[in-house]
């Protein structure tokens, strides 16, 4: 019995050591230090494309379109935007999302101004 335990409490501390790095939205510095520590573990090209993805979500958080037609009631902080659009998010999953949102812009192009 006690066997299983610790061989359950170390596939779980394992599998937790193995879990990508994630975005930690709950204050400036939490998040500073998290976009820091994913773009350290990256190559160069990969932490540019990282850091470009972060910056489109956060873009597109603000009402990018609405910012753009000047239909924005009130101007969202683009830090607080940064951290509550990627909060918990991994690279691959900000990555993804990026491209999302790029994909669905050129689809509604015309739509935006």
Same mark, same amino acid.
């Given at each position: 019995?006690?066997? %299983?335990?610790?061989?359950?409490?170390?596939?779980?501390?394992?599998?937790?050591?193995?879990? #990508? *790095?994630?975005?930690?939205?709950?204050?400036?510095?939490?998040? #500073?230090?998290?976009?820091?520590?994913?773009?350290?573990?990256?190559?160069?090209? +990969?932490?540019?494309?990282?850091?470009?993805?972060? *910056?489109?979500?956060?873009? *597109?958080?603000?009402?990018?379109?609405?910012?753009?037609?000047?239909?924005?009631?009130?101007?969202?902080?683009? +830090?607080?935007?940064?951290?509550? %659009?990627?909060?918990?998010?991994?690279?691959?999953?900000?990555?993804?999302?990026?491209?999302?949102?790029?994909?669905?812009?050129? +689809?509604?192009?015309?739509?935006?101004?």
């Amino acid at each position: 019995m006690k066997v %299983n335990i610790i061989v359950s409490a170390c596939i779980i501390f394992f599998m937790v050591g193995c879990s #990508e *790095a994630r975005i930690d939205g709950s204050s400036e510095a939490a998040f #500073e230090k998290s976009l820091e520590t994913i773009a350290d573990s990256m190559s160069k090209e +990969d932490a540019e494309e990282f850091y470009k993805s972060v *910056a489109i979500i956060t873009v *597109a958080g603000m009402g990018g379109r609405k910012m753009i037609r000047g239909e924005v009631d009130e101007l969202v902080d683009f +830090d607080v935007s940064a951290r509550k %659009n990627t909060d918990g998010m991994t690279a691959k999953q900000i990555i993804a999302e990026a491209e999302r949102i790029l994909e669905n812009s050129k +689809d509604n192009i015309g739509g935006m101004l």
